[in-house]
T-cell receptor, first 116, second 116 residues
Framework: QQQVKQSPQSLIVQKGGISIINCAYE??????FPWYQQFPGKGPALLIA?????SEKKEGRFTISFNKSAKQFSLHIMDSQPGDSATYFC???????????????FGTGTKLQVIP | DGGITQSPKYLFRKEGQNVTLSCEQN?????MYWYRQDPGQGLRLIYY???????QKGDIAEGYSVSREKKESFPLTVTSAQKNPTAFYLC???????????????FGEGSRLTVL
């Protein structure tokens, strides 16, 4: 059962434009929503993360918007640059599991290409 | 520098052979994970371990085995029972609550396995 749905699968944006990637989740117990960035041939790295007690988090050109009632969250990349070309994964986890263990569920990924 | 080291980066295997992928971390993290990445399918959890000498199956454990004899090491064996082993394998770790856990997964650079 896929618990985190991500769209679109691929995205082409012109330099300077806004890239928007959307995710939806089903499990209301999730309480941590990170986004990971992966360059070709490398492992993913944490980009930005949000908890459900806030509706928006901004770090530089990257913003997460979170809608708890709709169970949706999205990544916005402002002023997109060619160096942002990568695959982006949304994820969700529950940190309240006993023993502090968290199992992370990932979306299927969005391949972003920013063209000059 | 602290991090996760995976080896080998590339590996070729003949059908019917077992292969072992290495994962070592010097981040003093308690939890370690193995993910499989296939195009369009995101990251799928194979096995995870919270403490030494203990591990649990993830979503796609069939045909794989692991061990956790040391905190810093979590090798993955892809057995001949795995029907479609060609994939990109990622190892990750995270600190748990009470041991500096922030929720962030730290990934290695991956191992690409190709079955000939």
């Amino acid at each position: 059962q896929q618990q985190v749905k991500q769209s679109p699968q691929s995205l082409i944006v012109q330099k300077g434009g806004i890239s928007i990637i959307n995710c939806a989740y089903e499990n209301t117990a999730f309480d941590y929503f990170p986004w990971y960035q992966q360059f070709p041939g490398k492992g993913p790295a944490l980009l930005i993360a949000i908890r459900p007690d806030v509706s928006e988090k901004k770090e530089g050109r990257f913003t997460i918007s979170f809608n708890k009632s709709a169970k949706q969250f999205s990544l916005h990349i402002m002023d997109s640059q060619p160096g942002d070309s990568a695959t982006y994964f949304c994820a969700a986890s529950n940190r309240r599991n006993s023993g502090g263990y968290q199992k992370v569920t990932f979306g299927t990924g969005t391949k972003l290409q920013v063209i000059p | 520098d602290g991090g996760i080291t995976q080896s080998p980066k590339y590996l070729f295997r003949k059908e019917g052979q077992n292969v072992t992928l290495s994962c070592e971390q010097n981040l003093n993290h308690d939890a370690m994970y193995w993910y499989r990445q296939d195009p369009g399918q995101g990251l799928r959890l194979i096995y995870y371990s919270q403490i030494v000498n203990d591990f649990q199956k993830g979503d796609i454990a069939e045909g794989y085995s692991v061990s956790r004899e040391k905190k810093e090491s979590f090798p993955l064996t892809v057995t001949s029972a795995q029907k479609n082993p060609t994939a990109f394998y990622l190892c990750a770790s995270t600190g748990l609550k009470g041991t500096g856990g922030t929720g962030e997964l730290f990934f290695g650079e991956g191992s690409r396995l190709t079955v000939l």
